[in-house]
């Protein structure tokens, strides 16, 4: 077993403890507002923040996560975690949300998990080795926490480069609505889909079920894991300009099939 694969061990051991408790946290929840009234944070979100970080404490490394933790530098490596990724979703339609976790190393995501608790899905990338997917939990798990063993993962396959027209493309509503050009763009493709949850949006598309992604602004705890995964099936990930995306730096996301991608990203160019 090399260093990554023993992170990644500790890192699902971790996810996995977190998504038991979101799922039956044992108490009502208590929700509170941060920029807007739907941007939404739940005690929920900060106990399975506190519990990961608990976890991954014996590593050594430092944890940035969207509920509190913070960083002094991103030099070496550092875990990127958002506990609850669409916690509107959570609060509201009870599924739709995710909990993403990565390993960031002098910049470049290495490791990358984002769990579906309620669908009981998970997904995994190493740099250079490819992802995988299969069940988060045993299914006796799901109502005897610590039953059964761990479920076999599968390798995800590479993404078909299909075209922009042949794919869903997935957006919020707030970024058709202020990217100029992009409604009719998407009116010549297979239609649009939002799901609320950026990094359930990512593996979409690195499991071959969008052609495309567009996100005017993500943070480093959205996107880091998925951005992984995308790469490693083969799917191209960079801002909305096809520049290079920092998963350290806040900013714009375009993801997709590499012909999608590249088609999106001209055609907003051209609109500009």
Not at 145 to 174: K, N, R, S, W
Not at 177 to 195: D, F, K, M, V
Request: with cysteine; net charge negative.
């Amino acid at each position: 077993m090399n260093d990554l694969d023993a992170l990644l061990a500790q890192a699902l051991e971790a996810v996995r403890a977190g998504a038991m408790l979101a799922l039956d946290p044992g108490q009502a929840l208590r929700v509170d507002t941060k920029r807007h009234r739907n941007d939404m944070v739940t005690q929920v979100d900060r106990a399975v923040e506190a519990l990961i970080a608990e976890h991954l404490a014996p590593t050594g490394y430092p944890l940035l996560g969207e509920e509190g933790h913070t960083v002094d530098s991103w030099d070496g490596r550092v875990w990127v975690l958002d506990p609850i990724d669409g916690t509107l979703n959570y609060v509201a339609v009870h599924r739709h949300w995710a909990i993403s976790l990565a390993l960031v190393e002098d910049g470049e995501p290495v490791l990358g998990v984002v769990a579906d608790p309620v669908d009981n899905r998970l997904y995994l990338a190493i740099a250079g080795q490819g992802a995988l997917t299969g069940a988060l939990l045993p299914s006796a798990a799901l109502t005897h926490p610590g039953a059964g063993p761990a479920p076999t993962l599968v390798p995800m396959e590479p993404v078909e480069d299909l075209p922009l027209a042949d794919g869903v493309v997935i957006a919020q509503l707030h970024t058709v609505t202020t990217i100029s050009g992009l409604l009719p763009i998407i009116e010549t493709t297979r239609g649009l889909r939002c799901y609320g949850s950026a990094a359930l949006d990512l593996v979409e598309v690195a499991a071959g079920r969008a052609g495309a992604l567009i996100h005017p602004q993500l943070q480093p705890w959205d996107c880091a894991a998925g951005v992984l995964i995308c790469r490693e099936c083969a799917a191209s990930v960079t801002r909305m300009d096809g520049s290079r995306l920092d998963v350290r730096e806040p900013g714009s996301l375009l993801a997709g099939t590499p012909s999608a991608r590249a088609q999106m990203a001209q055609l907003l160019a051209a609109e500009a």
